[in-house]
């Protein structure tokens, strides 16, 4: 990741002072909560993308800048509402905006910041990133809802899974790479093929989180393990170990679900490794990473699209 950063520092810092500026207010509270969640950092892979896509397609203008901060305006929106649906109180590292703050706030200045979006979106006067945006934007906040009738839900299987993590995760990966591509020119097929970089990077990654929800570091992460088990979400290590485990097993994960109950989390995080759910989980990802690589090879072959290829790599490889 460090030598993605690297790459695109000076535009990187470009797009770091574009989210600053933009995120000015007339209500304090508005430059407060929007200053707490951006300053907490982040990988800040999504306009991290639109840069390396830029560069790989020898974009020369400079609406990349924008359109990075637009697509990390519309992640820390999904953020702010997030945290407030699922009553989270810990993301990297920290306490939740809304634990900071309060509900109604976080609610209420992710909205603004979903309108900020948009306005900065009007100033790229550019209707075929305007449509992208708006269709991802619509599709994210479909995802959210599916995800929100699955919670609870031990019947969830893998295609509405998947469903659930492209919708809701790897849409705006993808429209990353293929914003990167309208505003170069670029031809369909190389549009399609980095939309379809960045739908498989963003699969790839969210499943390697669901695998980290069992087995990594909090300290790590930045955030409290078995947050999914407590709201119910049914992720694939789940849904693998209701496949494949034992009668007790397949009970235990079951009425956690159903009960949105991670008080056994420590003999669930033991049942999804024994019964090799969480080696199924990455295997999975594997595929998906090695999906995002082929995708590459339509695209120019120089130092962006290197880093882009290690980005596949890293995203099955990380520990947070």
Known sequence: MQQARELVAADFDRVNTCIIDQLYSRVPLVENIGHYIIDAGGKRLRPMLVLLASGALEYR???????????????????????????????????????????????LVGDFIYSRAFQMLVGLG????????????????????????KAGDPDTDLEAYLQVITTKTAVLFGAATRGSALLANADADIAEQLYQYGL????????????????????????????????????LPLIRTMQ???PEQI???????????ASQLEQIAIDVKACGALDFTYDMAVKYSEKALTNL????????????????????????
């Open 61 to 107: 203008g400079s609406d990349h800048i924008q359109l990075a901060a637009v697509i990390e305006f519309l992640h820390t929106a999904t953020l702010l509402h997030d945290d407030v649906v699922d009553v989270s109180n810990l993301r990297r590292g920290r306490p939740t905006a809304n634990a900071e703050f309060g509900n109604a706030p976080s609610v």
């Open 200 to 235: 498989n990077l963003g699969i790839a990654f969210q499943l390697i989180d669901d695998v980290l929800d069992y087995s990594g570091n909090p300290e790590e992460m930045g955030k409290n393990l078995g947050d999914d088990l407590a709201e119910g979400k049914p992720t």
């Open 297 to 320: 090879g339509t695209l120019p072959s120089n130092k962006y699209t290197e880093q882009m290829a290690r980005l596949a790599k890293l995203a099955v490889e990380r520990k947070a």
């Open 244 to 246: 494949v485990g034992t």
């Open 126 to 149: 550019d209707m075929g990133i305007m449509r992208l945006i708006s269709d991802t934007t619509n599709t994210i906040a479909e995802g959210e809802v599916l995800q929100l009738t």
């Open 251 to 261: 009970d235990r994960v079951k009425n956690a679900i159903v009960n949105k109950d």
